[in-house]
């Protein structure tokens, strides 16, 4: 056997040649991943997967589809609609979906229609205990709301001016009140701040009991002359009251009667009445009338339900007789 030279390398890998080449490769692959990586926008973007927490085969949820277009309505489409809300008993609410204005819009597009001029002015009576019942509610912005919905198609109807001042004169109650709540909420503040402020009360200091002094000396009695009688003064007088006119403060529109609306008729009533020391309607009379007798009884009834703030004359309630004209106008046409 032939001695081994213990200083001779041991015979070479053959795949420890392609080495160096192979680290070279790599090192090129991962500098080519970085740099096009790093340029955002060269390498193409990945596919959107499921969202987070989808099952597999889902679905992905869609965006909504936008809204479709309003249609305007034609004028056969304004009137059945109309039709359809007068026959439910929506005259003039909710808002936007009323037979009056279905009507209105109908007569934007065609002035001359008659059917809706005729529906208009025979819907009058029936809306407009709608709006009392709404102000009597304390529901103001919606009466407000019915008022000017009204006014289009009639504006100088004697009914709406009395609805207007209802409705004023429960703003001014309703403002009055808020402005009551509002200075009895700050009194309360106020007073609970300056409580709390205040210095807690110190005990009062033991004083020494006061010495005993000498009873004084008994002076003898001297005479005095009686004093001179005085006069009494006049008494003064009555501070003076306020005084003023009877004030209106609840009306009542009076109900069109249905005879009139079925003719088609319009009036009106000139009324005499007192208003007593309690702000009461009493003595209800009709001076004149045009038609005769035709609207009478819805006007006397309608004067009956009014409340006044009653006459004053220098601080004291009294009566006071008055006269009003009730119109009674249907409108349209």
């Excluded at 060269?42 to 499921?50: C, F, S, V």
């Excluded at 277009?69 to 808002?95: C, D, H, I, N």
């Excluded at 709540?181 to 009991?209: C, G, H």
Aim: no cysteine; aromatic share 6%.
């Amino acid at each position: 056997m032939a001695d081994r030279n213990p200083r001779s390398a041991p015979a070479a890998n053959p795949l420890m040649k392609f080495l160096p080449i192979v680290i070279i490769v790599i090192a090129l692959a991962i500098g080519g991943f970085l740099f096009f990586g790093s340029k955002g926008g060269n390498a193409p973007a990945p596919t959107a997967g499921p969202a987070a927490g989808t099952a597999p085969g889902a679905a992905a949820p869609t965006a909504p589809a936008p809204p479709a277009p309003v249609v305007e309505m034609s004028k056969e489409q304004l009137l059945k609609e109309a039709g359809t809300a007068f026959r439910e008993k929506r005259y003039v609410a909710p808002a936007g979906n009323n037979a009056y204005e279905y009507y209105l819009r109908v007569l934007d597009k065609d002035p001359n229609n008659q059917v809706a001029k005729d529906a208009l002015r025979e819907m009058f009576p029936f809306a407009t205990p709608i709006v009392e019942t709404d102000i009597n509610g304390n529901s103001l912005d919606e009466a407000t709301r019915e008022i000017d919905l009204l006014a289009k198609a009639d504006p100088s109807n004697y009914t709406l001016t009395i609805l207007r001042g209802k409705l004023d004169a429960k703003k001014k109650q309703a403002e009055k009140e808020q402005a009551q709540a509002a200075a009895a909420a700050a009194a309360a503040a106020a007073k609970a701040a300056a409580a709390a402020q205040a210095p807690a009360a110190t005990p009062p200091v033991a004083s020494a009991p006061p010495a005993a002094t000498p009873a004084p000396a008994t002076p003898k009695p001297v005479a005095t002359p009686a004093p001179p009688p005085v006069a009494e003064a006049p008494p003064a007088p009555a501070p003076a009251g306020e005084t003023h006119a009877a004030q209106l403060v609840k009306s009542a529109a009076p109900a069109y009667p249905p005879e009139a609306v079925r003719g088609h008729k319009d009036g009106w009533v000139q009324v005499e009445f007192t208003v007593d020391p309690n702000g009461q309607v009493t003595d209800a009379k009709v001076a004149n009338s045009d038609p005769p007798r035709l609207f009478n009884t819805a006007a006397l009834d309608a004067v009956r339900r009014w409340t006044f703030k009653p006459r004053m004359e220098n601080g004291k309630a009294v009566e006071e007789r008055m006269s009003r004209r009730i119109e009674f106008k249907l409108g349209g046409g």
